[in-house]
């Protein structure tokens, strides 16, 4: 069963960026679609981007703005945040696309604020 922790996360101000960072404690390797998932307060968690071996897709939101990108080497998948505003804040999570139930994280917090 695969485990996954999110880290990165933090308070930043408008225009800022992050990385996320999620690290599974197995190989990553053989789920194809991996991705990035978010849940601000009060909302639904919703689908951020996704990556496969050969393509990535995001969310009209923060397309444009995030990066997702994958080592398979080192078990982890990445989130790059850019220009970053507050209605990005929220809960991020990583998992399969489609998510695997019982494999969430905790997840890791985003708050942008001035």
């Known amino acids: 069963q695969v485990q996954l922790v999110e880290s990165g996360g933090g308070l930043v101000q408008p225009g800022g960026s992050l990385r996320l960072s999620c690290a599974a404690s197995?190989?990553?390797?053989?789920?194809?679609?991996m991705g990035w998932y978010r849940q601000a307060p009060g909302k639904q968690r919703e689908l951020v981007a996704t990556?496969?071996?050969?393509?990535?897709n995001y969310a009209d939101s923060v397309k444009g703005r995030f990066t997702i990108s994958r080592d398979n080497a080192k078990n982890t998948v990445y989130l790059q945040m850019n220009s970053l505003n507050p209605e990005d804040t929220a809960v991020y999570y990583c998992?399969?696309?489609?998510?695997?139930?019982?494999?969430w994280g905790q997840g890791t917090q985003v708050t942008v604020s001035s």
């Open positions: 998992n399969a696309h489609p998510p695997i139930r019982n494999i």
């Open positions: 197995r190989s990553i390797f053989i789920i194809d679609r």
């Open positions: 990556i496969t071996s050969g393509s990535t």
